[in-house]
Antibody, heavy 117, light 112 residues
Framework: QVQLKESGPVLVQASETLSLTCTVSGFSLTNYGVIWVRQPPGKGLEWMGIIWRNGNTDYNSALKSRLSINRDTSKSQVFLKMNSLQTDDTAIYYC???????????WGQGVMVTVSS | DVVLTQTPPTLSATIGQSVSISCRSSQSLLHSNGNTYLNWLLQRPGQPPQLLIYLVSRLESGVPNRFSGSGSGTDFTLKISGVEAEDLGVYYCVQSTHAPFTFGSGTKLEIK
């Protein structure tokens, strides 16, 4: 069955780089895109970026200068890297799948990342 | 970037009541391929979001048919016909027509 699972550090120091991995199963990254979404505590959802099935990427305009998303299709993994972290980057980070018709048909459980000053 | 304006921010309903949530876009969500990529998600407390509706009005597999979506262009609506207790949570519209994609600010549904 389709699954996505986020992994990475739960505590990161301000000014450092966040590295997260989304490991997927039940589908191929060459057939589906993967999106990163984050949610600060008590706030709404923020779309961060996408790696399309062809490997192209698009990013949130406000995060573009700090964010990169890439993948290893052989390992079924998508990677998020975001530098120059600040305390307001504290959030739950989710990965989710996009199909040709729908955004978000399957989601990971999310990983809570705290940025400490 | 596309801005999605969701109203109301909060909604209080009794069991069995029908409610509607509006999502208005700053530009048309009609894609050049003829599809309109407007999705609705529900996030229950402590859970990741789940997909309810895609392509404006198509019900995701396993979602009860008391949920329905409608609209076109820039104006969209999610309707719940007969709220049930399990429907509480925050509803989000999200557009996947124009990259970067964007979310609405959410509508919190409370059960009276």
């Amino acid at each position: 069955q389709v699954q996505l699972k986020e992994s990475g550090p739960v505590l990161v120091q301000a000014s450092e780089t966040l590295s997260l991995t989304c490991t997927v199963s039940g589908f191929s990254l060459t057939n589906y895109g993967v999106i990163w979404v984050r949610q600060p505590p008590g706030k709404g959802l923020e779309w961060m970026g996408i790696i399309w099935r062809n490997g192209n990427t698009d990013y949130n305009s406000a995060l573009k200068s700090r964010l990169s998303i890439n993948r290893d299709t052989s390992k079924s993994q998508v990677f998020l890297k975001m530098n120059s972290l600040q305390t307001d980057d504290t959030a739950i980070y989710y990965c989710t799948r996009i199909t040709i018709a729908a955004m978000g048909d399957y989601w990971g459980q999310g990983v809570m990342v705290t940025v400490s000053s | 970037d596309v801005v999605l304006t969701q109203t109301p921010p909060t909604l209080s309903a009794t069991i069995g009541q029908s409610v509607s949530i509006s999502c208005r876009s700053s530009q048309s969500l009609l894609h050049s391929n003829g599809n309109t990529y407007l999705n609705w998600l529900l996030q229950r407390p402590g859970q990741p979001p789940q997909l309810l509706i895609y392509l404006v009005s198509r019900l995701e597999s396993g979602v009860p048919n008391r949920f329905s979506g409608s609209g076109s262009g820039t104006d969209f609506t999610l309707k719940i016909s007969g709220v049930e207790a399990e429907d509480l949570g925050v509803y989000y519209c999200v557009q996947s027509t124009h990259a970067p994609f964007t979310f609405g600010s959410g509508t919190k549904l409370e059960i009276k």
